[in-house]
């Protein structure tokens, strides 16, 4: 698939954020992942390695697009790829969320 990208992996610390940004790195990627929970980030992924940057933060607050960008610029000089997989998840239908 991929290798030598730098990817934003947002939701990383569980379900598919999680195993994309496993995935990105076992194929010899680097990834900046992002969760709201930095504890949760290193019992899904481990201890921050030269290839794997973690970034606790909140995709809703905007402030936090920017902050990972510059996290993965700082990190690992470049980006290359998103993968947006940060979400909450309501049983409400759309008629009763305001």
């Keep these: 698939m991929y290798s030598d990208k730098t990817v934003i992996v947002t939701g990383a ?24 929970s930095r504890d949760r980030l290193v019992e899904a992924l481990g201890p921050e390695t030269g290839d794997l940057n973690l970034l606790a933060a909140d995709v809703a607050d905007l402030a936090t697009g920017p902050a990972a960008a510059a996290a993965a610029i700082d990190a690992f000089g ?21």
Excluded: F, P, Y
């Design 13 to 36: 610390s569980s379900g598919i954020g999680r195993a994309c940004a496993r995935l990105l790195l076992a194929q010899g990627n680097r990834v900046l992942a992002v969760s709201r």
């Design 78 to 98: 470049r980006i290359d790829g998103v993968i947006n997989m940060a979400a909450l998840h309501s049983k409400l239908d759309w008629k009763e969320t305001t």
